[in-house]
C-alpha cells in the first residue's frame, strides 16, 4: 500500500477510534446521570431521636427494627475475628461488646414475650 494511502487509513483509524471512545464517554455519562435521577421528590428519611423530651429512649416502629436486622443478615460472615482483634481499637471493641450483651438481653426478652403472647401477628405490609 503507498504510504499516502496508509497515512489516511491510519488517520480514519484514529478519527473512528476518538469517535467511538468519545461516544462510550458520553453513553456513560448518560448512564450515571439516569442513575442520580430520582422518581419524584423524595425528602431524605430523617434519622430517629435518640431520647424523648423527658429523657426517655424514643420507641422505634416495628419498620425500623426490620430494616436494622435485615441489613445485619449474616454479617458475621464478612468478617475476620483475627483481623478486627488486630485492628480494633479498645474502646471500639468494648462497644460492641456493650452492643452484643445488650442485643442477647433483648433477645431473650422477645423470646420471652413471644412466648407469652397467645397469637402471633400475620405477614403486613411495610
Same mark, same amino acid.
Given at each position: $500500500?503507498?504510504?499516502i494511502y496508509q497515512a489516511i487509513r491510519d #488517520? +480514519?483509524?484514529t478519527a473512528r477510534e476518538r469517535r467511538e471512545a468519545e $461516544?462510550? #464517554?458520553r453513553a456513560e455519562a448518560a448512564v450515571a446521570r439516569a442513575k442520580s435521577i430520582k422518581k419524584g421528590k423524595r425528602t431524605p428519611p430523617r434519622s430517629l431521636p435518640l431520647v424523648t +423530651? +423527658?429523657?426517655q429512649p424514643v420507641r422505634y416502629p416495628l419498620r425500623a427494627f426490620i430494616q436494622t436486622w435485615?441489613? @445485619?443478615t449474616n454479617w458475621w460472615t464478612h468478617y475476620d475475628a483475627d483481623t478486627l482483634a488486630a485492628e480494633l481499637t479498645d474502646e471500639q471493641f468494648e462497644?460492641? @461488646?456493650t452492643t452484643?450483651?445488650?442485643t442477647v438481653r433483648? #433477645? +431473650?426478652a422477645l423470646r420471652a414475650a413471644r412466648e407469652g403472647a397467645a397469637e402471633r401477628p400475620r405477614l403486613r405490609a411495610l
Open positions: $500500500m503507498h504510504p #488517520a +480514519d483509524i $461516544m462510550h #464517554a +423530651d +423527658d429523657g435485615g441489613e @445485619l462497644n460492641y @461488646l452484643t450483651e445488650g433483648f #433477645a +431473650d
